[in-house]
């Protein structure tokens, strides 16, 4: 959803801190669950599930900041 939102609002300027909060919220979210282990991932194996979840908390994060620098 991060990569979804900052693809379609990027070039408006005022939505960029908006976005970069949404994209650290999402990964806050995807860190949390990895850690606590309270999420099930469909189609994913149950051993992968926390890597999985630690892989798309970074890219939220990434995108995030990329947003946040550029501002």
Partial sequence: ????????????????PAL???GFGVAGVLLFAAVSNTIDV???????????LLGQAAIA??????????G
């Fill in 61 to 70: 994060g990434f995108f995030a900041t990329a947003v946040i620098r550029k």
């Fill in 1 to 16: 959803m991060p990569l979804l939102l900052t693809a379609l609002l990027y070039g408006a300027r005022r939505t960029r």
């Fill in 42 to 52: 469909r189609y994913v194996p149950d051993f992968l599930d926390r890597f999985w």
């Fill in 20 to 22: 970069a909060g949404f």
